[in-house]
C-alpha cells in the first residue's frame, strides 16, 4: 500500500531527492533490491548524501553484489557516523562478502542495539566461527 502512495507522490514530484530516498527504502523494506537501488541512485543523481549512499550500499549488497555494496557503506560511512543499526547491516554485508574477520565488531555492535535480531545473530556465528577456525 506504502508503494502506492509514493508511486502517487512522485508522479507530482519526480525530481525530489528525499522522496526518491523514502521510495528507495520503502522497496527494500518490500525485497525490491533492484527498485530500491534505482530510486536511491536517482535520488544521489540530484543530492549527494552520504545516508543515501549507504543505504545504496545495502541494497546492492543485499540484491546480490556484496563487495561492491561494502564499497558504497564504506565510503559512506566514512563520511557519516553510522548508527548501531547501520553498523549491524554493514557487518552483514561484510560476511557476505566474504570478510568475517572484518564483520565481528559491526555485528557485535549491531547486536547491541537489537539483540532480537536472528540475521545478525547468526551472522555473528558464522563469522565468529570462521575467525576462530584460522586462528
Same mark, same amino acid.
Given at each position: 500500500?506504502?508503494?502506492?502512495?509514493?508511486?502517487?507522490?512522485?508522479?507530482?514530484?519526480?525530481? +525530489?531527492?528525499?522522496?526518491?530516498?523514502?521510495?528507495?527504502?520503502?522497496?527494500?523494506?518490500?525485497?525490491?533490491?533492484?527498485?530500491?537501488?534505482?530510486?536511491?541512485?536517482?535520488?544521489? +543523481?540530484? *543530492?549527494?548524501?552520504? *545516508?543515501?549512499?549507504?543505504?545504496?550500499?545495502?541494497? %546492492?549488497?543485499?540484491?546480490?553484489?556484496?563487495?561492491?555494496?561494502?564499497?558504497?557503506?564504506? *565510503?559512506?560511512?566514512? &563520511?557519516?557516523?553510522? %548508527?548501531a543499526r547501520e553498523a549491524g547491516d554493514l557487518g552483514l554485508c561484510l560476511e557476505l562478502s566474504g570478510r568475517p574477520d572484518q564483520a565481528v565488531p559491526y555485528l557485535e555492535q549491531g547486536l547491541r542495539a537489537n539483540p532480537d535480531n536472528l540475521?545478525? &545473530?547468526?551472522?555473528?556465528?558464522?563469522?565468529?566461527?570462521? %575467525? &576462530? %577456525?584460522?586462528?
Amino acid at each position: 500500500e506504502a508503494r502506492g502512495f509514493f508511486d502517487e507522490v512522485l508522479a507530482l514530484r519526480p525530481d +525530489d531527492p528525499v522522496f526518491l530516498a523514502n521510495y528507495g527504502l520503502c522497496l527494500e523494506m518490500l525485497d525490491d533490491h533492484a527498485g530500491a537501488v534505482e530510486a536511491y541512485r536517482s535520488s544521489l +543523481d540530484l *543530492q549527494e548524501d552520504a *545516508q543515501v549512499l549507504f543505504q545504496l550500499g545495502r541494497a %546492492t549488497c543485499l540484491g546480490g553484489d556484496a563487495e561492491r555494496g561494502v564499497q558504497m557503506m564504506w *565510503q559512506s560511512s566514512s &563520511v557519516v557516523m553510522i %548508527t548501531a543499526r547501520e553498523a549491524g547491516d554493514l557487518g552483514l554485508c561484510l560476511e557476505l562478502s566474504g570478510r568475517p574477520d572484518q564483520a565481528v565488531p559491526y555485528l557485535e555492535q549491531g547486536l547491541r542495539a537489537n539483540p532480537d535480531n536472528l540475521d545478525l &545473530v547468526h551472522s555473528l556465528e558464522r563469522a565468529s566461527a570462521w %575467525t &576462530v %577456525t584460522v586462528e
